[in-house]
């Protein structure tokens, strides 16, 4: 059953560029209405026209089963002639709150937002930009290369998310004492190392498949009001299966931490799959992977559990883009529509 299907419905667009006017708004209104029309799977991107493919998810993930979610097929790449690249970016993915998008620009180019550079372009002009969970509804971002700059203004669709209020925690958890705060403070060390890689890999464009199949019990992006304390939003997507459960790396790409034993996160595992797209997998029981190897899609990095700061068994699945919080549920349909779109350009 898919539960509860009057929720609201974000739109998933694809959008191709095909001019170079500065400052163009790169989906509209009555784009993302036609995105909300559809349920069907994207359609094969044109060579003429700029592709407004829908793509519809639930806003409220705990009202399906990853198993009914399956992120949509893959084409392989077609191996046509290069597109000339041009500075101005054609942009595929997920325009939309926590979501994500992979643009081709000029190898190399420089991406700046309001003055501050935000990322930069791989060998091939690959780029990926993500949206936090309060993106504005218009992100202007200027890409340069070789003293040119090209503007682009991509719309960002709006989502709504829940409040949580959890009472009766130890006050422990939520006001960790001294010792804990040293301890919490190590732990940052790590998985800011974890964060600082930059492996040259490209496993955003494989599609990213579930790191396990189950239940959904907590969303992305909800507040939590923690024995009455507001505490930052939750960033992690709960996959409810039991300890032991085998977690596969979604994608390829370089494992950059692998720490048995953190206070909150307990066993943590975190991968590097390019362009800054960095996920996470929280409470693991068992690691059977080491920093610093390369793992392919589908490769086991070790098994559920309910190590650290969990209430139960489970896999929290976050995902990152530089200093953004990205829903790992919403960008990989995003990743899917990315490789779909771009791989006549690649
Ligand atoms: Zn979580």
Redesign the pocket.
């Known amino acids: 059953m898919r539960g509860v299907l009057g929720t609201a419905l974000v739109a998933v667009v694809v959008w191709a560029c095909t001019t170079a006017t500065p400052v163009e708004a790169v989906t509209t209104p009555e784009a993302n209405e036609t995105a909300l029309a559809g349920l069907e799977p994207p359609a094969p991107p044109s060579l003429e026209r700029p592709a407004f493919a829908p793509l519809s998810i639930s806003s409220d993930p705990l009202s399906r089963d990853t198993s009914l979610q399956p992120a949509p097929a893959l084409r392989p790449f077609e191996n046509l002639p290069t597109a000339a690249l041009t500075l101005t970016p054609e942009c595929h993915g997920a325009f939309v709150q926590g979501g994500l998008v992979v643009c081709r620009t000029l190898p190399g180019a420089e991406v700046g937002n309001g003055g501050a550079l935000l990322t930069t372009a791989d060998a091939r002009g690959l780029v990926v930009i993500g949206f936090d969970r309060d993106a504005p509804a218009t992100e202007t971002l200027v890409f340069s290369s070789g003293g040119e700059e090209a503007s682009v203004a991509l719309t960002i669709a709006a989502r709504t998310f829940r409040e949580q209020s959890v009472s009766g925690l130890p006050p422990q958890t939520v006001t960790p004492d001294e010792a804990a705060q040293a301890r919490i403070a190590r732990d940052r060390e790590h998985i800011d190392r974890g964060y600082a890689s930059q492996a040259s890999v490209e496993g955003f464009l494989d599609g990213f498949i579930w790191p396990v199949e189950g239940r959904i019990s907590?969303s992305w992006g909800a507040r939590r009001i923690a024995n009455g304390v507001p505490q930052r939003p939750?960033y992690?997507?709960?996959l409810a299966v039991p300890t032991g459960t085998p977690i596969r790396a979604p994608a390829s790409g370089v494992v950059t931490l692998a720490q048995p034993d953190l206070l909150r996160e307990g066993g943590l595992v975190m991968i590097d799959h390019g362009q800054g797209l960095i996920t996470l997998y929280?409470h693991m029981s068992r690691l059977d992977v080491v920093e610093g190897q390369s793992v392919a899609q589908g490769d086991i990095l070790g098994a559920v559990g309910a190590t650290g700061r969990a209430t139960g068994p489970?896999l929290?699945w976050?995902m990152k883009w530089r200093d953004r919080f990205l829903d790992p549920s919403v960008a990989m349909l995003g990743l899917a529509n990315a490789r779909n779109g771009l791989s006549r350009v690649l």
Request: neutral net charge; glycine residues 12%.
């Open positions: 907590a939750h992690g997507i709960d929280l489970h929290c976050r």
